[in-house]
């Protein structure tokens, strides 16, 4: 990272303490209206996420095994959603791992955490978190992952910095999210989704992570993998 992207990561990750600072603007007003409905039908989105022809449902497995977790690894699913990747993970981390949850909706948050408890997964804690932050402890994870959710950050700085905190040094955020490109993409795609994969790495780099690597994912035709480090 250039000294000047790291001056400006360390401005920004500064920014929520400083007295005075203008709130961060809404890059999407409304991006996650349905998800902020206290009535949200959870089957409904079961059948609209948990579904073959879902790029990332259909490669779950591929996409698992781009995140490094092992036995006692804390780990953040944020936009867990319906809870097809934390239960993944949970089985992964093992007892003495843990899988943070983290959703804005407050349904998906109350669904995933009955379905811990009737799986009898101790190891997973569902996490309502707020337009603005992830809500998580600081130093708590080793790894963040955010899949097909970066997208409805409606305030990617303010988001970023919670995720910053949250992770203990040296800690990885991988992020999967569609690729945009004007003549490439599906129109819903482009209406959608606010910014590209090059967008996406700057502002996350701005927040003061590393990239450490586009990960090469073949298998995937419409999303794609950025591996980052807590720089």
Known sequence: MSLRRRLVACLLIALPACQGAPPEQSVKPGINADFLDPQLDVAKYEQRFEVESREVFAHRAQIAGLVPLGEGTAVADVGAGTGLFTWMFAGKVGDRGRVYAVDIAERFVEHIGAG?????????????????????PEASVDVVFVCDTYHHFEYPQSTLASLHRALRPGGQLVIVDFVREPGVS??????????????????????????????????????????FVKA
């Not at 009898?120 to 804690?125: D, K, R, T």
């Not at 090059?198 to 298998?219: I, K, M, N, S, Y």
Request: charge should be positive; include cysteine.
């Open 186 to 227: 599906r129109p819903w795609i482009l209406d959608h989704v606010r910014a590209g994969m090059d967008q996406v790495q700057a502002e996350v780099e701005a927040a003061g992570f590393r990239l450490a690597a586009r990960e090469p994912t073949p298998f995937l035709k419409e999303n794609y993998c950025l591996r």
């Open 116 to 136: 811990a408890g009737q799986r009898g997964l101790g190891n997973v804690i569902a996490v309502r978190c707020t337009e603005r932050s992830a809500e998580l």
